[in-house]
């Protein structure tokens, strides 16, 4: 079992910058795939970043690459998601789901456990 714990999000005027984090429990961290996801009002859960076991490997969705950068510290099981030059369709409910292979996948129903949620609202 593995529970997520997002922060960091909240109001910020377009062009700002916020960092996502993710606590996650239990001693087995370092073996999960770890991925960012978002969800708008009205619209279906969207991928944004994905990051594998050790960190070596990462990928975006064409919406956020270039200002977000996802990053991991297994010593601290957490979890970032560095977000710059944000826009107001970045508004969104973001999430941090854990994927029980070595490797990420953009794709929800690929991931095993998933976080509450943390708001990020971008005003224009």
């Known amino acids: 079992q593995v529970q997520l714990v997002e922060s960091g999000g909240g109001l910020v005027q377009a062009g700002g910058s916020l960092r996502l984090s993710c606590a996650a429990s239990?001693?087995?961290?370092?073996?999960?795939?770890m991925g960012w996801f978002r969800q708008a009002p009205g619209k279906e859960r969207e991928f944004v970043a994905t990051?594998?076991?050790?960190?070596?490997?990462?990928n975006y969705a064409d919406s956020v690459k270039g200002r977000f950068t996802i990053s991991r510290d297994n010593a601290k099981n957490t979890v970032y998601l560095q977000m710059s030059s944000l826009k107001p369709e970045d508004t969104a409910i973001y999430y941090c789901?854990?994927?029980?292979?070595?490797?990420?996948?953009?794709?929800?129903?690929?991931?095993?456990?998933w976080g509450q949620g943390t708001q990020v609202t971008v005003s224009s």
């Open positions: 990051i594998n076991w050790i960190g070596s490997r990462t």
């Open positions: 239990g001693r087995t961290f370092s073996s999960y795939a």
């Open positions: 789901a854990a994927r029980g292979i070595l490797y990420g996948s953009t794709q929800p129903s690929d991931y095993n456990y």
